[in-house]
């Protein structure tokens, strides 16, 4: 059984990003004085009394408006209800009770979900605010004053929300699954991507650029495995960042390649490899993420013989610090090759996660240097006494020698080729550490 999901929906400002973050216990959800910045629902795990649930927080709710980005949060927030076990409703003590909470209110009673009323920026304490009354107007029963800046009365909030789960099974936790982060410079299709995966309108989709501003998790299932999909605001030069808000985006992108088993690199295949796409496929790498290329749109592309190939060699060579990586050509818009992307996601998951014992590791050792002996340098030559693996995730591989100075940076090289030779360990990076004597552990 799937655990219980705890919906934030309210209008616009009233708090709900930072009564998440509060509720959740760490700083997921960027929280800025400005209406809309929450625009796709961002989901967390949460424990509260023993039981483990899921938290989203939603973009806020105009009941009605033109605005193209406004009427796409609000249908994200209908999702969100749609799928939720308990709603929470969040008003505002300071502005009292408005058309906007009463608009909200009642799309909620027509949900038929049980919603429990939180008044937030209830920030002082001793005497109940009389101010708190005029809430029950909104029908929904007892409002419980919270505050999400000091943390007054989230407890009352979070038992009453208990109140409303199902009993608790045993085998309630998660199993394990792959996190995989979908990243990309804006607007090259990466929520396009996940909405077809899913087969939902699971994110916003729109032609203007910066429309993800979270990073955003969902859990998927299938018959390949296990599946947690982090869609990343779009990482912008660093130049164009200006706004606050795209730096907390930024910010959120890099910590979700961080968070993330596996990294898929979205690029635009009218524009190929750009100097954007090269820093951001470098995060990953530098990360020790697996990555697979995704070449996106396609479908777009005048072909004629031989033009994938020809792409797939111009990108092997703008990301040649990469070469391990998968390039996989698709169309979020019409579905083509997207079906291979969970078996690539997969292999690359298990070749990240490889192990290999020492004994054939130096096995491969001997041979290469049989190949190509070690450097030397005025007379000295490099000795090479054994290679072990250290960990996983990237692979990580400690060779002892005589002298690190005289372990060439191409000899290096040469020897992680010859692994990659013999273990295949495709798609994902590789550290090699180097110790000589006298190193301390």
Not at 15 to 40: A, H, W, Y
Not at 346 to 374: E, K
């Amino acid at each position: 059984m799937s655990r219980p999901l705890v919906a934030i929906v309210g209008r616009p400002n009233v708090g709900k990003s930072m009564l998440f973050n509060r509720l959740v216990g760490q700083r997921l959800s960027i929280v800025e004085d400005t209406p809309g910045v929450t625009r796709d629902r961002l989901y967390a795990p949460c424990e509260w009394a023993g039981r483990t649930f899921d938290m989203v927080d939603t973009g806020g709710i105009e009941p009605s408006t033109d605005s193209e980005i406004l009427l796409f949060m609000r249908e994200q927030a209908q999702i969100a209800i749609d799928t939720a076990t308990v709603i929470i409703l969040v008003t505002d003590i300071r502005t009292g009770v408005t058309a906007a909470d009463k608009d909200v209110a009642n799309m909620l009673k027509r949900s038929h979900k049980p919603v429990v009323l939180a008044v937030n920026k209830a920030d002082s304490t001793g005497a109940e605010d009389p101010a708190l009354y005029e809430f029950y107007e909104l029908g929904l029963g007892d409002p419980i004053a919270v505050s999400a800046v000091h943390g007054h009365g989230t407890g009352d909030l979070l038992d009453e929300c208990l109140r409303y789960f199902p009993e608790a099974e045993e085998n309630e936790a998660e199993d394990d699954f792959i996190k995989v982060a979908v990243i990309g410079k804006p607007n090259v299709g990466k929520s396009s991507l996940i909405n077809h995966i899913l087969g939902e309108k699971r994110l916003i989709v729109s032609d203007m650029a910066g429309t993800t501003r979270d990073a955003v998790d969902t859990l998927f299932e299938n018959d390949k495995g296990r599946y947690m999909f982090i869609d990343t605001a779009g990482i912008r030069r660093k130049s164009k960042v200006e706004e606050r808000v795209e730096k907390f985006s930024v910010m959120r992108a890099q910590l979700a390649i961080e968070r993330a088993d596996v990294c898929l690199i979205l690029i635009d295949a009218r524009d190929g490899v750009t100097d954007q796409d090269t820093k951001i496929a470098g995060l990953a790498h530098e990360a020790g993420k697996a990555s697979i290329v995704i070449v996106n749109k396609w479908d777009l592309v005048e072909k004629e013989t031989g033009t994938l190939e020809k792409m797939r060699k111009d990108i092997m060579r703008d990301l040649s610090f990469m070469s391990y990586a998968p390039v996989l050509f698709i169309s979020a818009l019409t579905g083509q090759r997207t079906d291979r992307i969970f078996e690539l996601i997969n292999f690359v998951n298990d070749q990240t996660n490889m192990r290999i014992s020492t004994g054939m590791l130096n096995n491969v050792l001997a041979d290469a240097q049989a190949r190509v002996q070690p450097p030397t340098d005025k007379g000295r030559r490099l000795k090479i006494y054994y290679m072990t693996q250290t960990g996983i995730k990237p692979p990580c591989f400690v060779i002892f020698c005589n002298s690190r100075e005289l372990f060439h940076f191409s000899y290096q090289r040469y020897l992680e080729n010859q692994i990659r030779a013999v273990f295949g360990l495709e798609g994902t990076p590789i550290r090699i550490v180097i110790r000589q004597k006298g190193d301390k552990e």
